[in-house]
């Protein structure tokens, strides 16, 4: 008597794969990772997901997630941020030897052309960059900024301004701020603001040093606070810029289509092949009406 097989689900490798690895890396990356102070929400955390989703002003946070990278000098902060954000608004770009044919900006040609005048890389090496520093440096590769510092307005005023910024696309927010003000380690930094839930009152900070936080949703109390503090290298307070694309801001051009002869071959070939047919068809109902029309003048055999 033959046993009767058990039928079993096939076991999809692939995602079961993908996902132990975006787990195993989760592990990896949360291990490297400072602790995150209490009363700042992670991105990856269940709450940090529902706060996203139930987000009405998230536009921003899929473009910059797309072209994120990591600041690759401790003081790169408002490098990588500007890298970031130049990258999300697909402007014409420098060309990169190593990905030819394709154009980025990437940490270290951003400081090409007129960028190099408004500041060089050593010095940002060594000093990082100011609120003011970023908005020119930005305005040199030819968008808009507006910078405004937290002591020239509200927390209103700047929730106000910057949830409006956040549901439209294509403009971008960069908050240079004291980590000590939303619960970390005394020290200037620079990074996009991706989302707002007005319902927690949250912005998502995508921090641009991953190796030291993930992106986190900070109160907007606390982030505006951290704004208000006071740059000690130009005395006045820190803030935010308004990123948006100007008439002169050029969209990237991508590579050089390939030669479109094969397709036009083929297209000519399957035109001649229908119109052959349609006329074979006609052709054809024409024999066939003319022998239905001798066959009824035939006289009947009898």
């Given at each position: 008597?033959?046993?009767?097989?058990l039928?079993?689900?096939?076991l999809?490798?692939?995602?079961?794969a993908?996902?132990?690895?975006?787990m195993?890396?989760?592990?990896l990356?949360a291990?490297?990772?400072?602790p995150?102070?209490?009363?700042?929400?992670?991105?990856?955390?269940p709450?940090?997901?529902?706060l996203?989703v139930?987000?009405?002003?998230n536009?921003?946070?899929?473009?910059?997630?797309n072209?994120?990278?990591?600041?690759?000098?401790?003081?790169?902060?408002?490098?990588?941020?500007s890298v970031?954000?130049?990258?999300?608004?697909?402007?014409?770009?420098?060309?990169?030897a190593a990905?030819?044919?394709y154009?980025?900006f990437?940490?270290?040609?951003v400081f090409?052309?007129?960028?190099s005048q408004?500041?060089?890389?050593?010095?940002?090496s060594?000093?990082?960059?100011?609120l003011?520093q970023?908005g020119?440096?930005?305005?040199a590769?030819?968008v808009?900024a507006r910078?405004v510092?937290?002591?020239?307005?509200?927390l209103?005023?700047?929730?106000?301004?910057?949830?409006?910024?956040l549901?439209e696309?294509?403009?971008?927010?960069?908050?240079?701020?004291?980590?000590?003000?939303?619960?970390?380690?005394?020290?200037?930094?620079?990074?996009?603001l991706?989302?707002?839930?007005?319902?927690a009152?949250?912005?998502?900070?995508?921090d641009v040093?991953?190796?030291?936080?993930?992106?986190?949703?900070?109160?907007?109390?606390d982030?505006?606070?951290a704004?208000?503090?006071?740059?000690?290298?130009?005395?006045?307070?820190?803030?935010?810029?308004?990123v948006?694309?100007?008439?002169?801001?050029?969209p990237?051009?991508?590579?050089?289509?390939k030669s479109?002869l094969?397709?036009?071959?083929?297209?000519t070939?399957?035109?001649?092949?229908?119109a052959?047919?349609?006329?074979?068809?006609?052709?054809?109902?024409?024999v066939?009406?003319?022998r239905?029309?001798?066959?009824?003048?035939?006289?009947?055999?009898?």
């Amino acid at each position: 008597m033959r046993r009767a097989r058990l039928r079993r689900r096939p076991l999809h490798a692939a995602p079961l794969a993908l996902m132990l690895a975006l787990m195993l890396t989760a592990r990896l990356a949360a291990a490297q990772q400072a602790p995150l102070p209490a009363g700042l929400v992670a991105l990856d955390a269940p709450e940090g997901r529902r706060l996203l989703v139930s987000s009405d002003a998230n536009v921003d946070f899929f473009r910059l997630a797309n072209q994120w990278v990591s600041q690759q000098h401790g003081a790169f902060c408002g490098v990588a941020s500007s890298v970031i954000v130049l990258n999300a608004m697909q402007l014409e770009a420098p060309r990169v030897a190593a990905w030819a044919p394709y154009n980025a900006f990437t940490q270290d040609n951003v400081f090409d052309g007129p960028a190099s005048q408004v500041i060089q890389a050593d010095t940002v090496s060594h000093r990082g960059m100011t609120l003011d520093q970023l908005g020119a440096f930005l305005v040199a590769h030819g968008v808009g900024a507006r910078v405004v510092h937290a002591g020239d307005t509200s927390l209103d005023a700047f929730r106000r301004e910057v949830e409006a910024n956040l549901r439209e696309p294509g403009s971008y927010v960069l908050a240079n701020y004291d980590r000590a003000g939303v619960g970390q380690e005394t020290m200037g930094h620079i990074s996009p603001l991706g989302a707002f839930n007005a319902a927690a009152d949250r912005f998502l900070i995508m921090d641009v040093a991953r190796y030291k936080y993930p992106a986190l949703w900070a109160p907007a109390a606390d982030l505006f606070r951290a704004m208000g503090t006071q740059d000690p290298s130009t005395g006045r307070t820190r803030g935010y810029v308004l990123v948006t694309a100007t008439a002169g801001a050029q969209p990237r051009v991508g590579p050089a289509p390939k030669s479109r002869l094969p397709s036009f071959v083929w297209a000519t070939l399957a035109g001649t092949f229908a119109a052959g047919a349609l006329l074979g068809a006609l052709l054809s109902a024409l024999v066939m009406r003319r022998r239905a029309r001798a066959a009824l003048a035939r006289p009947a055999a009898g």
